[in-house]
């Protein structure tokens, strides 16, 4: 069975970082693309960031480009995000989603809010 | 970067009605067109893939279809469990998502 977990949310300051982690099994992680994709509160889906297979390919949204970093640790079967100088509307709850050209397994979130 | 426009961004329809949602894109993106279904406090759940093609274990009342860059979403036959909020995604260059469909039980 395909589980992903997501880890690492919580309350952060304004300008503060916080790291995500997204723990994978029941399928070769090293053979799928992987992406995260958050939803502020009462809000629709924002596709945040994107990386191929090999961590050779990154995509990021203008939203969060310059200020997140995605990345994955194949032998660990792990996801994760670097979240930098966040800002109030960087709160929402972030999915780990797999990605076989659609959004076929999603994890079920941790929720970053960002307030002082 | 490619725009999804859905619509409705909601709907009140009964329970045994067809339902159709529509998501226009802002370019070509051939058929990478899927659609999603979401249930408060749920993650998303994948329905349609490559604009048409039905995911494993959904019910065929759910369709979609394709014409130019216009893509629908069809619920032939509405169920009690099928009251939720719909997606679209574009999956052509990166990805980005419609604005949501609410379907709600009138």
């Known amino acids: 069975e395909v589980q992903l977990v997501e880890s690492g949310g919580g309350l952060v300051q304004p300008g503060g970082s916080l790291r995500l982690s997204c723990a994978a099994s029941?399928?070769?992680?090293?053979?799928?693309?992987m992406n995260w994709v958050r939803q502020a509160p009462g809000k629709g889906l924002e596709w945040v960031s994107y990386?191929?297979?090999?961590?050779?390919?990154?995509y990021y949204a203008d939203s969060v480009k310059g200020r997140f970093t995605i990345s994955r640790d194949n032998a660990k079967n792990s996801l994760y995000l670097q979240m930098n100088s966040l800002r109030d509307e960087d709160t929402a709850v972030y999915y780990c989603?797999?990605?076989?050209?659609?959004?076929?397994?999603w994890g079920q979130g941790t929720l970053v809010t960002v307030s002082s | 970067d490619i725009q999804m426009t859905q619509s409705p961004s909601s709907l009140s329809a009964s329970v045994g009605d067809r339902v159709t949602i529509t998501c226009r894109a802002s370019?070509?993106?051939?058929?990478?067109l899927n659609w999603y279904q979401q249930k408060p406090g749920e993650a998303p759940k994948l329905l349609i893939y490559s604009a048409s093609s039905l995911q494993s274990g959904v019910p065929s009342r759910f369709s979609g279809s394709v014409s130019g860059t216009d893509f629908t979403l069809t619920i032939s036959s509405l169920q009690p469990e099928d009251f939720a909020t719909y997606y679209c995604?574009?999956?052509?260059?990166?990805?980005?998502f419609g604005q949501g469909t609410k379907l709600e039980i009138k």
């Open positions: 029941g399928f070769t992680f090293s053979s799928y693309a």
């Open positions: 370019q070509n993106i051939n058929t990478y």
């Open positions: 995604q574009q999956s052509y260059s990166s990805s980005s």
């Open positions: 990386i191929s297979s090999s961590s050779g390919t990154r």
């Open positions: 989603v797999r990605e076989e050209t659609y959004f076929d397994y």
